[in-house]
């Protein structure tokens, strides 16, 4: 029996997110998902005038590749992979997975080898070149993740992927004001206590056009600017490693000192060049749906009362100048259930314990988005 829920959660996808006009070329990459969402999107794509294409991938072969690959073949995907990708005006990204640790046991510098010539150069045409999505498909893993049955998680899945982001999108509107008006920023939390500048750095609210879900503000931080510590209370996956009790220490921008549960893997990838050691992305999140860590970025980092600090590349949209083959969302959660804080802009404190105080910015608290 067909679910409507895929073809309401198709139309937000090229409607809302991407906007397809007629006659735009739209690519649809699903990674280990059904048929049956892909047929929706196809059928989406064309209702708006659209023309679909298709790419088909699984993680494990995706794996293979990596692990066995070599400059000259990784090179060879990556250009042809970027060839498409400069031949479209959409890309619509789904990523499934049965096993979220997938390419923990691929040695870092065949992960290496992939961002290099393959991974990043395709982000490069593709985030600032394209329309673009990207969103990960629910299974069974990841409702264990979330501590939450299969029936259960995909119910939640589907309304935090289809909330009114209209809303959303309007109540951003004075926390980019405002952002865009700070200098100094100040984080205090539990082993926590930094600073550092946003000036002149773009602020792009994002509501549901380039990740579901959605609810962030982004900005950069001055790239040299960053100083204190921050200790992170959320657990974070990345190359496939699960990193838990990330504790950072800034000295002009850089980090200095780094430790985790996997502190060696930890400086390994903050080794990988020198900007993977300074921050290119700082970002306030709010989506109402989602309370509690379930170790996938694209829901974690939207977790209301949380930010995330994030080490390497800078988005060309809010650009700092840092460039980094890494780009690592590490998030802080807030609200009281995990330990509160402050965040205050230029001395004014305008959140605590993850609740937005400032009058003019209550209209992103839980409350008021759902």
């Given at each position: 029996?067909?679910?409507?829920?895929?073809?309401?959660?198709?139309?937000?996808?090229?409607?809302?997110?991407?906007?397809?006009?007629?006659?735009?070329?739209?690519?649809?990459?699903?990674?280990?998902?059904?048929?049956?969402?892909?047929?929706?999107?196809?059928?989406?794509?064309?209702?708006?005038d659209g023309i679909p294409l298709v790419e088909l991938k699984?993680?494990?072969?995706?794996?293979?590749?990596?692990?066995?690959?070599?400059?000259?073949?990784?090179?060879?995907?990556?250009?042809?992979?970027?060839?498409?990708?400069?031949?479209?005006?959409?890309?619509?990204?789904?990523?499934?997975?049965?096993?979220?640790?997938?390419?923990?046991?691929?040695?870092?510098?065949?992960?290496?080898?992939?961002?290099?010539?393959?991974?990043?150069?395709?982000?490069?045409?593709?985030?600032?070149?394209?329309?673009?999505?990207?969103?990960?498909?629910?299974?069974?893993?990841?409702?264990?993740?979330?501590?939450?049955?299969?029936?259960?998680?995909?119910?939640?899945?589907?309304?935090?992927?289809?909330?009114?982001?209209?809303?959303?999108?309007?109540?951003?509107?004075?926390?980019?004001?405002?952002?865009?008006?700070?200098?100094?920023?100040?984080?205090?939390?539990?082993?926590?206590?930094?600073?550092?500048?946003?000036?002149?750095?773009?602020?792009?609210?994002?509501?549901?056009?380039?990740?579901?879900?959605?609810?962030?503000?982004?900005?950069?931080?001055?790239?040299?600017?960053?100083?204190?510590?921050?200790?992170?209370?959320?657990?974070?996956?990345?190359?496939?490693?699960?990193?838990?009790?990330?504790?950072?220490?800034?000295?002009?921008?850089?980090?200095?000192?780094?430790?985790?549960?996997?502190?060696?893997?930890?400086?390994?990838?903050?080794?990988?060049?020198?900007?993977?050691?300074?921050?290119?992305?700082?970002?306030?999140?709010?989506?109402?749906?989602?309370?509690?860590?379930?170790?996938?970025?694209?829901?974690?980092?939207?977790?209301?009362?949380?930010?995330?600090?994030?080490?390497?590349?800078?988005?060309?949209?809010?650009?700092?100048?840092?460039?980094?083959?890494?780009?690592?969302?590490?998030?802080?959660?807030?609200?009281?259930?995990?330990?509160?804080?402050?965040?205050?802009?230029?001395?004014?404190?305008?959140r605590k314990d993850g609740r937005f105080v400032h009058a003019?910015?209550?209209?992103?608290?839980?409350?008021?988005?759902?």
């Amino acid at each position: 029996m067909h679910d409507p829920r895929l073809d309401k959660l198709a139309n937000v996808l090229t409607t809302h997110s991407t906007k397809v006009q007629p006659g735009e070329f739209v690519l649809i990459e699903g990674i280990d998902i059904p048929q049956e969402m892909v047929i929706a999107l196809i059928r989406a794509v064309r209702k708006a005038d659209g023309i679909p294409l298709v790419e088909l991938k699984q993680n494990r072969i995706q794996r293979e590749i990596i692990l066995g690959g070599n400059d000259a073949g990784i090179q060879l995907i990556g250009e042809y992979e970027i060839y498409r990708m400069k031949k479209v005006q959409a890309y619509i990204g789904i990523r499934g997975s049965h096993n979220i640790t997938e390419m923990s046991d691929v040695p870092s510098e065949a992960l290496q080898r992939y961002q290099k010539h393959w991974s990043r150069p395709l982000n490069d045409i593709r985030v600032p070149q394209t329309k673009w999505v990207v969103l990960r498909w629910p299974h069974p893993a990841m409702a264990q993740q979330a501590k939450m049955s299969t029936e259960a998680f995909e119910d939640y899945y589907f309304d935090v992927c289809t909330l009114d982001y209209s809303r959303m999108e309007q109540a951003m509107v004075p926390l980019k004001s405002m952002m865009e008006e700070t200098d100094e920023v100040r984080i205090v939390g539990e082993d926590t206590d930094l600073r550092f500048s946003i000036k002149d750095i773009p602020v792009i609210p994002c509501a549901g056009e380039y990740n579901i879900p959605d609810g962030e503000c982004f900005t950069s931080p001055v790239r040299d600017s960053v100083n204190g510590t921050i200790h992170f209370n959320t657990p974070t996956i990345y190359q496939g490693t699960t990193f838990t009790d990330i504790r950072l220490r800034f000295e002009d921008g850089k980090v200095v000192e780094a430790s985790a549960n996997n502190t060696e893997r930890l400086n390994t990838i903050l080794d990988t060049d020198e900007g993977a050691r300074y921050i290119g992305e700082f970002a306030i999140a709010f989506n109402p749906y989602i309370t509690n860590p379930m170790l996938d970025i694209l829901f974690d980092e939207k977790i209301a009362g949380s930010f995330h600090f994030t080490p390497g590349q800078a988005y060309e949209e809010a650009d700092n100048g840092n460039r980094s083959a890494v780009h690592w969302d590490m998030v802080m959660i807030q609200t009281t259930e995990h330990g509160g804080g402050e965040m205050f802009f230029d001395g004014t404190l305008v959140r605590k314990d993850g609740r937005f105080v400032h009058a003019a910015l209550e209209g992103l608290n839980p409350e008021n988005l759902k």
